[in-house]
């Protein structure tokens, strides 16, 4: 309520802010942190037979809870104590989420940076490169092709096909549903490997093709389609049902309203769904290493002859040569392009997936507008 | 309505029924539901295709080895000495390390994100977690094996010393680095990281659907946020948690890569699982595919289809029991 008083500036109606934490409590984790972390370095580094990193921190943070929880009884009573103890030890795994995350893709890109400083990297393909080259002389561009090629050729198989059984389980349902909606959701946590299993039997095996691009693609969107078909049935059951109850009412049909009223409401959110599943098929590893080959050359076309992509590339430098400090380094330059370029994926899915369901964005807004100032 | 011409004798003879609808589709919708109908069954073609030809390629395997193939724990290709018993064990003892670690870690997190967490930092997290799902398995692997192995020597040396009478942990090698490279252990900590994001969004999902009404109840009658979790929260989410342990096992079951960076190839199960060596189903066939010609592949192909049949069932009760713990409002009530 805007109360105005004489003398005084009229109070705008804020709600009060409610502080989360209080200086004492900032103060006891500070502290238990910090007390834990230096008789962490006189026990574990000083005096008991301990070594390792992980150690240490696991030690650490086994200390900082003791600490925390004493230092807790000394303040407050005891149910007060256990629930600040729990939700620091929570807070403390929701840490460990961002750490590994912070830590994977950081590793990746910091020794990637050792490869990809020489632009040569990214510019060449292995085909005039040995094991023994320097890092200046070839590079991941064979690769980079592949992978854009093949996660293009995925993404076009398995989008259509994605969103129409996501519209089949939300729109149209029935006794079919439920095994489809049991088995989608088996397929997302599918093992990546069969996926490779399947091509590999059912079109190099039996109808007699050669690994490609194509195989590889065919692999990766074996694993996409259950993770797009997932992602958008919970986003369209999110259009609200008056939307579409207001197109019947004007007499059109369902697919009319689904493809002029359902799809585009939740236009932002399916893009996120595939959006983000091109960022897990763009790293998928296991299904590529049957059915893509191994080239050093670069080749343009998936449809025929073996294509690299960025995942094999790795595997194959890394895993199956690894054998001098180069080829580590090269596995890591290729990791350093893949973290990229799925950190555009992801960041990409996130702004466009920002607006919730009919929510229209600024240039949405705009055109709208102009278009109601024109009538 | 004859209700309210006829008065009381209508309600006693109740002809107060509903009309039948009759819908008729239009010829251009029943094209539309018909490629829609299409479309979700094409999900259950291809997985019945994918059993379908793991078992075609298998036939030779069958034929030659019988059921023995899931008893036998011996890998010697095509001299009728060949089972999936010497790799599902390690397998599965994969799976439950990283399980022991990724659902207590897991729920922990998700607790704190749906119940704790400030909304800005609650935005940032889930954010973090679906990254995390989008890490690519191979760069995980490259971490694990460069960065994260040779930190966690010290640790296994330390549990091989101290929990040593514990007998998953009994260490029988001379304590050198060579021969806690590589374990079993190690693997499942890297698998752990990799199914943490899973069981984190599912668990969730589920949490933040926990009634309202049940969790003012709670602090109305004098609960911490802590008794409000522990009496609210978790026993509504409790067949949430189940099923999203059930899906990161068949997750975690499945992954190929990082496992094979890691292990040191065994072609024996070895329960002691701080010592170096192992083997896991994904592993031995990533490795071996183009090693032993048609014979040898129709023997990985078979370990493929227990690896998928196994990962099928134990996924797909997960979905049923996750989507019995949803409301229906989620899911469509039919």
Redesign the interface.
């Known amino acids: 309520m805007a109360l105005s008083l004489p003398g005084l500036p009229a109070l705008a109606d804020v709600p009060v802010r409610i502080r989360s934490g209080s200086a004492e409590g900032t103060a006891t984790t500070v502290g238990a942190a910090i007390a834990a972390l230096c008789l962490t370095w006189l026990l574990y580094e000083q005096v008991l037979p301990f070594s390792g990193a992980l150690g240490f921190w696991l030690f650490w943070y086994a200390l900082f809870l003791v600490m925390y929880a004493a230092l807790a009884v000394l303040q407050w009573d005891r149910l007060e104590a256990v629930s600040r103890v729990t939700s620091v030890a929570f807070a403390t795994a929701g840490a460990l989420a961002i750490a590994i995350v912070v830590a994977t893709a950081g590793y990746a890109l910091a020794r990637g940076w050792q490869a990809v400083e020489h632009v040569s990297f990214i510019t060449t393909t292995m085909q005039f490169a040995g094991p023994l080259s320097p890092l200046a002389q070839g590079g991941v561009l064979q690769a980079v092709v592949g992978s854009i090629e093949q996660l293009g050729l995925a993404t076009a198989f398995s989008l259509p096909l994605g969103i129409a059984a996501a519209l089949f389980l939300a729109e149209i349902g029935g006794p079919l549903a439920r095994p489809v909606r049991t088995i989608v959701e088996a397929m997302t946590a599918l093992p990546d490997l069969i996926a490779g299993m399947f091509v590999y039997s059912l079109f190099i095996l039996s109808l007699g093709f050669a690994q490609s691009g194509i195989m590889a693609a065919i692999a990766i969107s074996v694993n996409m389609i259950p993770i797009i078909a997932r992602a958008s049935e919970v986003v369209i059951r999110l259009v609200p049902g008056t939307l579409r109850e207001a197109s019947y009412a004007l007499g059109s049909s369902q697919w009319r309203t689904i493809w002029n009223v359902v799809l585009p409401t939740a236009r932002s959110g399916l893009v996120t769904a595939v959006v983000l599943a091109m960022a897990r098929g763009i790293g998928e590893t296991a299904p590529v290493l049957f059915t893509a080959g191994f080239t050093k050359d670069l080749n343009l076309n998936p449809f025929s002859g073996p294509q690299i992509n960025l995942p094999l590339y790795i595997w194959n430098y890394v895993h199956i040569e690894g054998e001098v400090a180069a080829d580590f380094a090269r596995g890591f330059g290729a990791a350093f392009v893949l973290v990229i370029l799925v950190l555009i994926l992801f960041t990409t899915a996130r702004v466009i997936g920002g607006s919730a369901p009919g929510q229209l964005s600024k240039r949405q807004q705009r055109k709208l507008s102009k278009e109601g100032q024109r009538r | 309505m004859s209700a309210a011409a006829t008065g009381v004798s209508a309600v006693l003879t109740h002809d107060d029924a509903p009309r039948p609808i009759y819908y008729r589709?239009?010829s251009?919708?029943r094209?539309?539901?018909g490629?829609?109908?299409?479309?979700?069954?094409?999900?259950?073609v291809?997985?019945g295709?994918?059993l379908l030809?793991?078992i075609?390629?298998s036939l030779p395997a069958w034929r030659a080895e019988g059921f023995r193939i899931l008893t036998t724990a011996a890998l010697l290709y095509g001299s009728k000495d060949f089972g999936v018993a010497a790799l599902l064990p390690d397998s599965i003892a994969i799976a439950v390390i990283a399980l022991a670690i990724a659902v207590p870690?897991?729920?922990?997190?998700a607790?704190?994100?749906s119940?704790?967490?400030?909304p800005g930092?609650r935005r940032v997290?889930i954010?973090?977690?679906?990254?995390?799902?989008?890490?690519?398995?191979?760069?995980?692997?490259?971490?694990g094996?460069?960065?994260?192995m040779p930190?966690?020597?010290?640790?296994?040396?330390?549990l091989a010393q101290h929990l040593g009478f514990i007998p998953i942990f009994h260490f029988r090698l001379p304590y050198t680095e060579q021969n806690f490279v590589g374990s079993t252990f190690i693997a499942g900590i890297v698998v752990a990281?990799m199914v943490?994001?899973?069981i984190?969004s599912l668990c969730r999902q589920v949490f933040s659907q926990a009634p309202q009404g049940e969790r003012e109840a709670a602090y109305a009658l004098g609960a911490?946020?802590?008794?409000m979790?522990r009496t609210v929260v978790l026993p509504f989410g409790r067949s949430g948690i189940i099923g999203s342990a059930m899906?990161?096992m068949?997750?975690a079951?499945?992954?190929?890569?990082a496992v094979?960076?890691i292990l040191v190839p065994n072609s024996t199960f070895n329960y002691h699982v701080l010592e170096s060596g192992g083997n896991s189903i994904?592993d031995e066939?990533?490795t071996h595919?183009?090693d032993f010609g048609s014979d040898g592949?129709s023997y990985l192909?078979a370990a493929?289809l227990v690896?998928?049949a196994m990962?099928?069932i134990i996924?797909?009760l997960?979905?049923?029991v996750?989507?019995r713990s949803r409301s229906g409002a989620?899911?469509?009530a039919?």
């Open positions: 589709p239009s251009s919708d094209i539309f539901r490629l829609l109908r299409g479309a979700g069954i094409s999900v259950l291809i997985t295709a994918i030809f793991l075609l390629q870690a897991g729920l922990a997190a607790i704190y994100i119940e704790y967490a400030p930092m997290l954010a973090v977690i679906d990254l995390l799902a989008a890490v690519p398995s191979i760069v995980f692997a490259l971490w094996f460069e960065f994260l930190r966690v020597l010290g640790t296994d040396s330390w990281m943490m994001p899973i984190i911490t946020r802590w008794g979790v899906l990161g068949g997750r079951l499945g992954e190929t890569v094979s960076f994904t066939i990533a595919v183009f592949i192909f493929g690896l998928f990962t099928l996924n797909s997960a979905a049923i996750i989507n989620s899911t469509g039919d």
